[in-house]
């Protein structure tokens, strides 16, 4: 999990995590939402894949990442247990 939350850390990979919630975009289409060089972009790509945030899938000569959702989702819920939060419960009021 700590791969996650690392991953998570940086403003960059969040924006890419939004972006692939919208719809699978090719490597060239995210970069051209960044003004970062390839290989920083592409390491930010490494370092989600390694935590399991996303997927690239090599079709031709592009690679197509799709957001991996049941990750994110397990992590959002170790959050929650973590710090006990619990939806409309308000404890200590």
């Known amino acids: 999990m700590n ?3 690392q991953a998570l850390s940086d403003p960059s ?3 890419i995590l939004k972006l692939l919630r919208e719809r699978d975009l090719t490597a060239g289409e995210l970069a051209r939402h960044f003004s ?3 290989p920083a972009l592409s ?3 490494n370092i989600l894949q390694e935590a ?3 997927q690239g899938e090599k079709v031709g000569r592009q ?3 799709h957001l991996n959702l049941s ?3 397990e992590s959002i819920l170790a959050l ?3 710090f006990n939060l619990k939806g409309g419960d308000k404890q200590n009021e």
Do not use: A, D, Q, T
């Open 3 to 5: 791969g996650v939350y």
């Open 13 to 15: 990979r969040r924006k």
């Open 36 to 38: 970062i060089s390839k």
């Open 43 to 45: 390491k930010h790509f």
């Open 52 to 54: 399991g945030l996303i």
């Open 63 to 65: 690679i197509i990442y």
């Open 71 to 73: 990750v994110l989702e």
């Open 80 to 82: 929650i247990e973590l």
